[in-house]
């Protein structure tokens, strides 16, 4: 029976179809992380670019000091040793049963990974974010607000798919 004030259009049938096909294909893990592995690897090769580039989401880094090009000998923020590039990484994850996918440079890597991980996701904490002594270069923020729409348009298209549809949603 419909809601008082909802009117049933010549659409209602099919819009019921498709929100029943999606609620079925959202309710499939395996899916879902197929969806969100296909964004993480989108945004990790976005954040390697911007970091390689100094414009994550197109927004230039802050210059380093004269001191810290002294030390390190080079001018590009955020690379030293390539370590933080080398450890952007894609991680399927799970809260609870709702899958999840970690994009970024982790603290620990995964059971088995025998690349060292000491430091890194520490030392691109407070590249992201600062600290009392450091402003934040952000790497990730950028790229994020950068692509949403993109990201969008991969999860719609990624489900699309999953569900059989050839083309755009009919929505």
Do not use: C, H
């Not at 009117?7 to 959202?26: A, D, H, S, Y």
């Not at 955020?78 to 994009?103: H, M, S, W």
């Amino acid at each position: 029976m419909a809601q008082a004030g909802i009117k049933r259009g010549p659409n209602f049938r099919r819009l019921r179809k498709v929100l029943n096909q999606i609620e079925r294909t959202m309710s499939q893990p395996e899916a879902i992380e197929g969806i969100l592995s296909n964004i993480g690897l989108f945004l990790a090769g976005r954040v390697i670019r911007g970091i390689l580039t100094g414009r994550p989401g197109g927004q230039r880094l802050r210059p380093n000091r004269p001191a810290t090009i002294a030390k390190k000998g080079s001018s590009k923020p955020l690379i030293d040793t390539a370590n933080l590039v080398g450890k952007i990484l894609v991680i399927p994850r799970k809260r609870g049963r709702v899958p999840a996918v970690f994009v970024g440079a982790p603290g620990r890597l995964p059971s088995g990974d025998r690349r060292s991980g000491k430091n890194i996701g520490r030392i691109a904490n407070y590249a992201e974010f600062g600290t009392t002594t450091l402003l934040p270069r952000q790497f990730l923020k950028p790229v994020l607000d950068k692509n949403i729409g993109t990201i969008r348009a991969i999860f719609i298209g990624d489900l699309g798919r999953k569900m059989g549809v050839i083309g755009p949603l009919p929505f």
